[in-house]
């Protein structure tokens, strides 16, 4: 089966930056589009920043200017640099990846288990 593992949540000051990584394994025909979710205790995922194949970007209004994401194809991967970060970015975050098993089958979506991020003043 297809696998996401996210890494490169902890604790930082707000103003401080932390940088998530996720890797993609298993089996994989393609990926699609990547990205980064994030769930805050008591309300919905919502979406953060996504990238195309063809790097491509796409970002929240809350995280424009001071989150960039990013992609290695070769290394089935994709990168969440967060800076100047404040306490309302805290949150688990989840990466997200649209793959094909075969050329046969459609795309669909694989979710990491998430990597917390906590931010204190």
């Known amino acids: 089966q297809v696998q996401l593992t996210e890494s490169g949540g902890g604790l930082v000051q707000a103003g401080g930056s932390l ?10 025909f393609s990926i699609n589009d990547m990205g980064w979710y994030r769930q805050a205790p008591g309300k919905q995922r919502e979406l953060v920043a996504t990238i195309t194949s063809a790097g491509n970007t796409n970002y929240a209004d809350a995280v424009k200017g001071r989150f960039t994401i990013s992609r290695d194809n070769a290394k089935k991967m994709v990168i969440l640099q967060m800076n100047s970060l404040k306490p309302e970015d805290a949150a688990l975050y989840y990466c997200n990846a649209v793959v094909t098993t075969s050329s046969y089958t459609r795309a669909v979506g694989v979710w990491g288990q998430g990597t917390l991020v906590t931010v204190v003043s």
């Open 19 to 28: 940088r998530l990584s996720c890797a993609a394994s298993g089996r994989i």
